[in-house]
């Protein structure tokens, strides 16, 4: 009889969750792979098993990072009115920064000294804006948008969003401000400043 697999993709997440957890709470120091083995209630070798080092979690963090929210981004029903895409991908820009909080620094930051993903990597975390980066360059092309190049719209639509999310996450907005509420109306704001009058 064969032994049971026990380094499973079940144990995988639960041990990139906790990593992710660890960094976030206390900065990439606390990531002793022993403690993160003893957090999940495996061994070390197990880590080693799936992951092999400290770098190559890292960097199986920033995948799993983007893993996740590429799904979301994907599974975006676009409507093909540009404001309303816009609007729902920020939506789910922020769904996916407050599932995974403790992966979305990893993704967006250097919040491990040092790490740096390798280029197929990072063409993949670059790839799962492609809804957003789409429905503007058709808008763009259609004449819905202003006649700037669409890349000037992508990254200015990305900061905007990004930097509320962080804003957010980091606990620095005033406390009476309803960000669910708040946040869709500014991205409506946001997107329609990009129309063609």
Request: charged fraction near 25%.
């Amino acid at each position: 009889m064969p032994r049971p697999r026990t380094h499973d993709e079940n144990l995988r997440l639960k041990l990139l969750d906790r990593a992710g957890e660890l960094i976030s709470a206390d900065g990439p120091k606390a990531l002793s792979l022993r403690k993160l083995a003893a957090d999940v209630g495996t061994s070390t070798t197990a880590v080693y098993s799936l992951f092999g080092g400290k770098t190559d979690l890292v960097g199986a963090l920033f995948v799993e990072g983007f893993r996740r929210f590429g799904l979301r981004m994907s599974r975006v029903s676009l409507s093909g009115d540009p404001v309303e895409d816009l609007v729902r991908l920020g939506v789910a820009y922020r769904e996916s920064a407050l599932a995974d909080p403790h992966l979305y620094a990893i993704m967006f930051t250097k919040s491990v000294p040092g790490f740096e993903p390798a280029e197929e990597t990072s063409e993949q975390a670059r790839a799962t804006m492609a809804p957003l980066e789409e429905t503007i360059r058709k808008a763009v092309a259609e004449g819905v948008f202003l006649d700037v190049p669409a890349e000037v719209v992508t990254v200015a639509c990305w900061g905007f969003v990004h930097g509320l999310v962080s804003l957010e996450l980091n606990g620095n907005l005033p406390e009476e401000f309803t960000v669910s509420a708040a946040y869709e109306i500014a991205l409506r704001a946001n997107a329609s400043g990009w129309l063609r009058h």
